[in-house]
């Protein structure tokens, strides 16, 4: 059964051989997007699938078995128990949670001593009580500890050598796996068998999503018996500080995910897709007194506890575990560790290289700057040299490949594992702080000067959503994950006009790439758009070395864009990889958990409250499971009695929807109107929109009298109120490249706010937008891409017509036009708009609201130095030229972009 029109299959009979025909070449999948599986305004997109084939059995399931929930349930009912227990009541079980999940243990005690609490029969009278209850829930595995004695070189006052007892806190990776592949909450998101997805017959245009639609699992089940079930074992370690401002505790978490959990699960973080492997000891090991020799131990004991942790993957990967999964089916499962996330000290770590070497291939370190030649390291090459190192050999690829001397790794004898091609490209770290902010934004800014920078960042248009740098970037002290991306997105708009055109040709092929590898979804051309995108780099990254701004390339994080198409063909789309999750992970996992005890023991106190968490959260899950089930039994049974009609769903009380419109997107406006009756003075003063009356009077005689001839539309004056409303939200084209969600963009018209007391002012808003000029032109383009009857406006206000001239089905806008979309800058492919006049006035209009189609983020075009009168709130209106900023937002850029350089691969319009 397909679940959705991405790649997801849940095979509804035992084997997924029996539900598809698989000994045939890429064939059609009647995919339509129905109102149930896809966005109400998304483009059809028909996919071909060519599956696995049938004799194989690939994900093949021999029985069905009740899931964890379903024991659960029938549990209940034979003891006639509710599923809250042990808690008396459902709201009982909401504040036990409540407190589990957002108080601390002296919290609890102290909350549970309230009188209010003690008079309510609250089930629990003290901590110690209320942890029991807690305690009765299932939980998922236990940890484990492991007690690991590390020898030194160094013989203390007693003449014995000196040595440290280091504790291994982990659980079984069997049994997370079984948690994780039988938890019906994943149902809907989970694959089993591998599938090779074309969005063409002859199978030329590949499309790769989710890890089971790319190569490895498909040459990865070629390797394993029939009727065999891959889990695709997703590893990520990092290491963390517990305290922020003082002591030096630290924890070295290692997380835990499968593949057959589809990416877009995986990343939220409160489903419980990924959950904690266990805690790798942190020491700093005094023990030796050789600063090289505590290095090597160091290495020696990530490596020794890792195989401890993993051991019992070994013979599961070999053999295969029966396992009950999501769908109620038992499969024979084979975890294969498929992927490892980390970033790129520990990337070396992991693959046992020195961190001046790649971790995934052999190149030298002083090619890294070409943009090839770098093979992929082998496993079996890889052991034979530490074999050979160890007995002493010396063989000179040792040293070449940049090996240390770890001579048993723990992926030594883990089954069908290559933990070379396991390592992940890490957007985070690689691309957002590494090639953009301490590489790209560092030329450039010696290039054109700190402070040019800083004016350029404060002068850029303000935008909702878009961080504004009011003081520049150079005075910035700390930099996380969001600001790179904030500053990415008008970085390329900024830099035209100060630099050359070939730095910024280079710039722009950097954030193209950076742009490219975050896609959710990639085919055959948007890889080859990402390979140009990097190929164009390194055509025209010599120019930093005439500027004498670089003189070489060879930079592990510019190296590493090598491996991220490798990487996508092999494992899938990079978003289900990056460590952005880990570091977010580390709030839960590492952070609160160590907050909640004493600071003494605190690993061990660590895994007592994390596994509290973890009995709520799984009480929690079967709880939304419980409420789905009877909710859907509910629903039958009024359907066999009433007809079965369904309800439509309610929306938020303050916001109204746009009625459907054929061919057009919805929109979201404020239900209550914040400005009613604003005067037309107002509107010429505070809006600033002095022809506001004619324009009006225009659209009243152009648009509304044709439409009621026989009834005579008065002439609006000065007197006329108007219903003002402050933004609009607009329906982002389905874009798959980018989300399978509806998300919105906001349009604001809000006049500038003077201060008051302590409130500083705030600045007037009035953002452009794309919308529909001639909707006749419109109406009849001929492609998706095609700017036909298209033009950029800016809003600059939002308001109903008023009741005396009749109902209109739709808000206004009062618009007025830039240029049309004709003038393009050579460099940096943007259009280039004005300020569009008609006898000396803005050229001005009202249209409604349907006919805007999304947010437009412009930006001052400017020479080598940008006006110091230019600030983010005045630049619209000081400026005369304008380019138009594809990178505001991926969405953006997907749409605005792969026209052009890829020949249309998202039909979005």
């Not at 592949?181 to 590949?206: C, H, Q, W």
Request: glycine share 6%; aromatic share 10%.
């Amino acid at each position: 059964m397909v679940i959705d029109n991405d790649v997801y299959h849940i095979p509804e009979s035992p084997s997924s051989a029996d539900h598809h025909d698989q000994n045939r070449q890429p064939s059609v999948e009647d995919i339509s997007e129905s109102e149930e599986d896809s966005p109400p305004t998304s483009t059809p997109m028909q996919r071909f699938y060519q599956y696995f084939p049938s004799g194989a059995q690939a994900g093949h399931a021999s029985e069905t078995t009740e899931t964890r929930f379903e024991q659960w349930e029938r549990e209940d009912k034979e003891a006639k128990r509710d599923p809250w227990s042990p808690f008396t009541s459902r709201s009982e079980w909401d504040l036990s949670r409540f407190m589990v999940k957002h108080m601390g243990q002296n919290e609890i005690e102290q909350f549970l001593g309230l009188d209010i609490i003690q008079q309510t029969g609250f089930h629990a009278t003290s901590k110690y009580k209320f942890n029991q209850s807690v305690s009765t829930l299932p939980h998922l595995s236990d940890y484990l500890l492991e007690e690991i004695n590390v020898v030194g070189d160094t013989v203390g006052e007693d003449g014995q050598v000196m040595g440290e007892s280091l504790e291994l806190w982990y659980r079984d990776p069997v049994e997370c796996i079984r948690e994780l592949i039988g938890n019906a909450s994943f149902r809907d998101s989970m694959g089993y068998a591998p599938e090779k997805v074309f969005l063409d017959k002859d199978g030329t245009e590949r499309a790769y999503n989710e890890m089971w639609s790319a190569d490895w699992w498909w040459q990865t089940q070629e390797k394993l018996p029939s009727k065999a079930t891959v889990a695709p074992v997703i590893l990520a370690s990092d290491k963390t500080k517990l305290t922020q401002f003082r002591g030096d505790q630290v924890a070295w978490p290692v997380y835990l995910s499968i593949g057959n959990i589809s990416k877009e699960k995986r990343r939220e973080v409160s489903s419980g897709a990924t959950v904690l492997l266990g805690y790798i000891p942190v020491s700093k090991l005094e023990c030796f007194s050789d600063p090289e020799a505590r290095s090597l131990a160091s290495y020696r004991l990530f490596h020794h506890c890792m195989g401890i942790m993993l051991k019992s993957l070994i013979e599961a990967g070999s053999s295969g575990v029966p396992m009950t999964c999501a769908d109620g089916w038992v499969r024979r499962m084979y975890p294969i560790v498929a992927a490892y996330i980390a970033d790129h000290p520990e990337q070396c770590l992991v693959t046992n290289v020195k961190e001046n070497f790649c971790p995934r291939g052999t190149i030298s370190p002083d090619l890294r700057g070409e943009p090839d030649g770098c093979l992929l390291r082998s496993v079996d090459t890889t052991l034979d040299l530490l074999a050979q190192h160890l007995r002493g050999e010396d063989p000179p690829d040792f040293h070449a490949q940049g090996l240390r001397p770890v001579y048993n790794p723990f992926w030594r004898d883990l089954p069908h594992t290559d933990i070379f091609s396991c390592i992940t490209p890490d957007i985070l770290h690689q691309l957002h702080k590494g090639v953009f902010k301490d590489h790209l934004v560092s030329w450039c800014s010696s290039i054109i000067g700190k402070e040019e920078l800083d004016r350029r960042f404060q002068a850029m248009a303000d935008a909702p959503g878009l961080r504004n740098f009011k003081k520049g970037i150079s005075h910035v002290q700390q930099w996380t994950g969001k600001e790179h991306k904030e500053m990415q997105r008008i970085f390329v708009a900024l830099l035209a006009g100060a630099v050359s055109a070939e730095v910024l040709t280079v710039a722009q092929a950097v954030v193209d790439f950076i742009y490219y590898a975050q896609f959710q979804l990639h085919t055959t051309s948007s890889l080859r758009a990402l390979k140009s995108a990097y190929s164009t780099f390194h055509q025209h990254k010599h120019i930093f070395q005439t500027l004498g701004v670089r003189e070489h390339f060879n930079i592990p994080k510019l190296h590493s864009m090598q491996h991220y198409i490798e990487a996508i063909e092999q494992k899938g789309c990079l978003d289900g990889y990056n460590t952005e999750l880990s570091e977010r992970l580390h709030i839960d996992f590492a952070k609160k958990a160590y907050r909640s005890g004493n600071r003494r023991d605190y690993i061990a106190n660590m895994t007592t409250w994390l596994r509290r968490q973890d009995a709520v959260d799984l009480r929690s899950a079967y709880l939304v499971w419980w409420d789905e089930r009877r909710r859907g039994d509910q629903k039958d049974d009024a359907s066999d009695s009433e007809g079965g009609s369904d309800t439509e769903g309610v929306h938020a009380h303050d916001v109204r929807f746009s009625p459907p419109t054929q061919g057009h997107r919805q929109y979201r406006i404020a239900k209550h109107c914040p400005c009613p009756r604003t005067s037309v003075a107002t509107i010429q003063d505070e809006y600033g929109i002095t022809n506001f009356l004619p324009v009006f009077r225009s659209f009243i005689v152009d648009e509304l009298q044709p439409t009621r001839a026989t009834v005579t539309v008065p002439m609006p004056s000065r007197l006329t109120a108007f219903e003002v409303y402050k933004q609009l939200k607009l329906e982002r084209p389905w874009n798959p490249f980018v989300s399978r969600k509806i998300t919105y963009d906001r349009i604001r018209a809000t006049p500038a706010v003077a201060s008051s007391g302590r409130r500083k002012p705030v600045p007037a808003h009035f953002d452009p937008a794309v919308l529909i000029e001639h909707p006749e032109l419109y109406q009849s383009r001929t492609a998706p891409e095609d700017l036909t009857g298209l033009r950029v406006g800016r809003v600059r206000l939002i308001f109903e017509l008023p009741s005396e001239y009749g109902r209109l089905a739709h808000p206004l806008l009062y618009v007025e036009w830039y240029t049309p979309f004709t003038s393009v800058d050579g460099t940096t492919q943007m259009f280039v708009l004005s300020r569009s006049t008609r006898a000396g006035l803005p050229n001005a209009s009202i249209v409604t609201a349907d006919r805007a189609l999304r947010f437009a983020h412009l930006s001052g075009k400017c020479g080598r130095e940008v006006s110091k009168d230019w600030k983010s709130h005045n630049v619209l209106d000081k400026g005369t030229k304008f380019l138009v900023n594809p990178y505001f937002t991926v969405d953006m850029f997907a749409a605005d972009s792969l026209y052009s350089r890829s020949k249309g691969l998202i039909p979005i319009r």
